[in-house]
């Protein structure tokens, strides 16, 4: 499950739980209508317990999105599914904010 929230130019999106590949793609295309209108995206991941790894291909193919609360399992699901190098990783979103 995931829930997006946007403000002041910045859309946010907090998963939770168990992220299938159907879900990773519904967010990742919410990532990308944001970011085709202008906007920075931060994923909030800080309570997502899996996400599956052939999912973070489609993470990495939107460019600009923060990754934000990621535990070391999902930063290696992430790059196993090809997202190395593709998201930018910090400790929490208030950091990924920060950064923009």
């Known amino acids: 499950m ?5 403000m002041n130019g910045l859309t946010v999106i907090r998963g939770y739980g168990e992220l299938g590949l159907a879900e990773v793609a519904r967010i990742a295309a919410a990532a990308a209508r944001a970011r085709a209108s ?18 973070a291909r489609l993470l990495g193919e939107v460019p600009g ?24 990783f910090h400790r929490d979103v208030t950091e990924a904010l920060r950064a923009s």
């Open 2 to 6: 995931h829930v997006s929230e946007d």
């Open 65 to 88: 999105i923060r990754a934000a609360g990621a535990s070391r399992y999902l930063r290696d699901l992430v790059y196993a599914g090809g997202g190395f190098g593709r998201l930018e």
């Open 38 to 55: 202008g906007r920075a995206v931060v994923l909030d991941l800080g309570r997502v317990t899996h996400l599956h790894y052939a999912g």
